[in-house]
């Protein structure tokens, strides 16, 4: 566990050095516990995502970094069976934004999304995420 909490704290001064360089996401720890993060991501330009600031909350597991964060149900490769340790919270985090840019219709999260890009409706795959966006991840006017 000692590894993990150096490899994490120099993680953190690394993201607190990078707050400039990377304005598309913001990663924070939780003041009590070193395994506990939270970032702000913002969607990618030119996607439906654009404009939204999306909120994930990564728990580390003890054995990081060879154990990847648990993030919910994002299916991305790199949190499952293609991990390496050489992966940061940083880099999980710009692994997502490409996601989003690029979405993988063969493991969706929403299967009425992945039906919509498997089926090549592009523009109803788009409507779709917009409306979520704006719903979710926007903040409310007013």
Not at 11 to 25: F, G, L, M, T, W
Not at 63 to 79: A, R, S
């Amino acid at each position: 566990m000692q590894a993990s909490r150096a490899r994490l704290f120099k993680e953190y001064k690394e993201v607190q050095r990078e707050k400039v360089a990377d304005p598309d996401i913001q990663l924070v720890c939780d003041d009590t516990n070193i395994f506990k993060w939270t970032a702000l991501i913002k969607g990618p330009s030119e996607t439906p995502y654009e404009g939204g600031v999306f909120q994930l909350a990564f728990a580390v597991p003890e054995p990081y970094p060879l154990q990847p964060p648990q993030t919910g149900e994002i299916c991305l490769d790199i949190l499952k069976n293609a991990w390496s340790p050489a992966w940061t919270l940083q880099s999980v985090c710009r692994a997502i934004i490409a996601l989003m840019a690029h979405p993988e219709p063969d493991s969706p999260l929403n299967c009425d999304s992945g039906n919509l890009l498997r089926s090549g409706d592009v523009r109803g795959f788009n409507s779709m995420a917009r409306m979520y966006t704006r719903l979710a991840a926007m903040p409310k006017k007013g």
